[in-house]
């Protein structure tokens, strides 16, 4: 087990997936590099048995998968989930902000990010962008990363706030703007990012119709610790997750069935959208791969309920400062293996039997793991595994690295258990 390779790659992938759209591209060209066959979402699936492909959802969204030589009597279908969303900053239309001599770039919260840990930061930009074309139903599309510090968001001096230190709320409007430039040409101050965007692309400014940018942590990723065990990186959740997807799809190793890596976008604001993991993108290409296999319908119902879907996202290690905050039962640390999570308010979507399943897996590929319940008077996260297992009638659980700081610019997890979720994945696809 080469930890230290395997939390490079990590590292790397994270430097690639600045946003959903940057990171399903980085997820699209690995799995091109390793030989799977591109399918176009409203085009012909021209699948046969043997068979490895992705299909580009919507830009944002990624479904990859093998198709085995033959279908088995049972146990068909499985699938590893994640998503390629990170909670962040998105730029709004008519972003120029002007005050004195300052140009700023007005933002909304994408998610629930930790605040104040965006502040004093090196940000970059990235996302989409629409341009005018000559067919009115398809505008030109580009993907655009600027890959180079651009915006940061001062703190304010503690000298003109004496009370810092007592805790001061970020106003989402006012407090959250990033400062882009000094004006220094009095012509182009009211559309001074456009015409910066619009160069970056090297398109004409009125070129441009519509975008969806995204702000990002330009930190690099960095081993942390004695022994370099920890890593602290932006954007882990949920990297982590869909690294092991595009590594555990590309490895898999079974002969029969049909092995799926859906990474979705939107976890962070609900799942709630034609690319996110409440969409029924999945069942539609799952029931048309199946047509195109020759199965009827009652088959690939029958194949569906008889699913496995694996919902991997990352999970709370016990925090060293504010240990109380976790489960007395259910400690989890960091580098000591896969978290399986639980709620009795089913918030993830794991039961007995699917957890169950997942240990033995474990046992029989040597993989470490732990398990997760949150603290009875505390609040619960969720996954994209609930609303992911209302559309898809299937056995289902939920788990994913241990790590501190979730949602910060900046998270922190152990070197260790990249290797294990790895492991894990590769079983599920090879078992
Ligand atoms: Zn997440």
Known sequence: MDFRKTAERLIDTCNASTCSFTSARYAMKRLSEAGFESL???????????????????????????????????????????????PCLAIKPNPEMLVKEYGRINVEVYG??????????????????????????????????????????????????????????????????????????ELNKNDFFMEYLAKELSVAKDDILDFELYVYNYDKGQFVGLNEEFISCPRLDNTTSVESCVQGIINAGREEGFNIAAMFDNEEVGNRTKQGAASSVLTIIMERVYAKLGFDRDRYLRDLTDGFLLSIDVAHACHPNRSEKADPTNVNILNQGVIIKRAASQTY??????????????????????????????TTGSTLGSPASTLMAMKAVDIGIPMLAMHSAREMMGVKDQVYLEQLVNAFFTE
């Open 40 to 86: 176009d979402l409203t085009g012909d699936f021209n699948v046969q048995f043997g068979g490895r492909y992705y299909v580009n959802v919507f830009d944002s969204s990624v479904i990859a998968f093998t198709i085995g030589k033959k279908f088995a009597d049972n146990n068909n279908i499985r699938i590893a989930a994640s998503h390629t969303d990170h």
């Open 349 to 378: 979507a794991t039961d007995c039997e699917s957890v169950g399943i997942i240990e033995q897996l474990c046992h029989k590929y040597d993989v470490k793991y732990q398990k997760f319940a949150n603290r009875s008077d505390g």
């Open 112 to 185: 629930g990010p930790i605040l104040n840990t965006w502040l004093d930061r090196p940000l970059s930009v990235a996302g989409r962008v629409s341009l005018k074309s000559d067919n009115v139903f398809a505008p030109e599309k580009k993907i655009v990363d600027f890959d180079r510090p651009v915006f940061t968001i001062p703190n304010l001096a503690i000298h003109m706030n004496r009370k810092i230190n007592e805790g001061i709320e970020l106003n989402r409007q006012t407090d959250m703007i990033p400062l882009a430039t000094v004006i220094e040409d």
